[in-house]
């Protein structure tokens, strides 16, 4: 299996505007997750998904962040208007269940907003 | 929440064993140990867990103290490739938000050739 895919692996973008980041699970499992990763603050948990439908995205930090997964393939994460602040790497993990499977980690996708 | 306390940092040399602490004093009865770690520049990815036995896998050991306050994350010989930031998480047996992944700061492990 060729793991979690992301893309892209890195981005810079400018202030304001939108950032969509993708994120493949591997074939079979039904969770998925987005975290996001800084110095300051360690690895975040964003928003988590089970059988395609959004579980809980307490972790989300403002509205300007909204996350899909309109099939079992695929989830995107989008930053819109993107904000230096939000500079980042962005994770992304599946698991068979969400309920305390192992979590397997994608590569992440190195943001940077100037 | 229930919570972890690690070492910031440790050094090994290669080829030796190393021991990685954590304590948990709060740990409930129905609360797994989990670690992972995270190489550089990668995602983090599974280690190893346990409940109230040791384990052990291809990986790496796990022992786990009588009373569960703590726990050892043992590496028979690092390697190189060991060098990275373990991560040891309390997860609810039963999931829900209580079994998401909390990851603290972790234990940044040096090994020197």
């Known amino acids: 299996d060729a793991g979690v895919i992301q893309s892209p692996r890195h981005e810079v973008t400018e202030m304001g505007q939108e950032v969509t980041l993708r994120c493949k699970p591997i074939?079979?499992?039904?969770?998925l997750f987005w975290y996001r990763q800084t110095m300051m603050r360690g690895l975040e948990l964003l928003i988590y998904f089970n059988n395609n439908v959004p579980i809980d995205d307490s972790g989300m930090p403002e509205d300007r962040f909204s996350a899909k997964m309109p099939n079992a393939s695929f989830s995107t994460l989008k930053i819109q208007p993107s904000e230096p602040r939000d500079s980042a790497v962005y994770f992304c993990?599946?698991?068979?269940?969400?309920?305390?499977?192992?979590?397997?980690f994608g590569p992440g996708t190195r943001l940077t907003v100037l | 929440d229930a919570k972890t306390t690690q070492p910031n940092s440790m050094e090994s040399n290669e080829e030796e064993p190393v021991h990685l602490p954590c304590n948990h004093s709060?740990?409930?009865?129905?609360?797994?140990i989990h670690w992972y770690r995270q190489l550089p520049s990668q995602g983090p990815e599974y280690v190893i867990h346990?409940?109230?036995s040791n384990v052990n896998n291809r990986m790496a050991s796990l022992a786990i103290a009588e009373d569960r306050k703590s726990s050892t994350l043992i590496l028979h010989r690092a390697t190189l490739r060991d060098a990275a930031v373990y991560y040891c998480i309390l997860r609810a047996k039963y999931g829900g938000s209580q079994g998401n992944l909390i990851f603290g700061k972790g234990t940044k492990l040096s090994v020197k050739p």
């Open positions: 993990a599946s698991s068979l269940e969400w309920r305390g499977d192992t979590q397997y």
């Open positions: 709060t740990i409930s009865g129905t609360d797994y």
């Open positions: 346990g409940l109230t």
């Open positions: 074939s079979g499992h039904n969770s």
